[in-house]
């Protein structure tokens, strides 16, 4: 089992600068991947930003250019640094991780942090 404690979230104006923060415990060594989502009020929840544990990076489309996903050394902790913030940006923002042990994949997801850009 692996638990998952997002901070970071705030209000910021637009162009403002964000620093998201996930840290994992527990069976971390199943972890494959982090990544960040968000999800507003009536829509589906969209990927922002993935990266894989000792491999690349992937975002969304609306946010290259703009947001960097990293890790900590010890691969516990995934952060997301968000610049140029924009009203669209506007979300409850979720870390996830995946993880898979005996063959059996995982999903394991925080309680989510709120940001809001606006002026």
């Known amino acids: 089992q692996v638990q998952l404690v997002e901070s970071g979230g705030g209000s910021v104006q637009p162009g403002g600068s964000l620093r998201l923060s996930c840290v994992a415990s527990?069976?971390?060594?199943?972890?494959?991947?982090m990544g960040w989502y968000r999800q507003v009020p009536g829509k589906e929840r969209e990927m922002v930003a993935r990266?894989?544990?000792?491999?690349?990076?992937n975002y969304a489309d609306s946010v290259k250019g703009r947001f960097t996903i990293s890790t900590s050394d010890d691969k516990d902790t995934v952060y997301l640094q968000m610049n140029g913030l924009k009203p669209e940006d506007t979300a409850d923002y979720f870390c996830?991780?995946?993880?898979?042990?005996?063959?059996?994949?995982?999903?394991?997801w925080g309680q989510g942090t709120q940001v809001t850009v606006s002026s």
């Open positions: 996830n991780a995946e993880g898979e042990a005996l063959h059996v994949r995982y999903d394991w």
């Open positions: 527990g069976s971390t060594f199943v972890i494959k991947a």
């Open positions: 990266i894989i544990i000792g491999g690349g990076t």
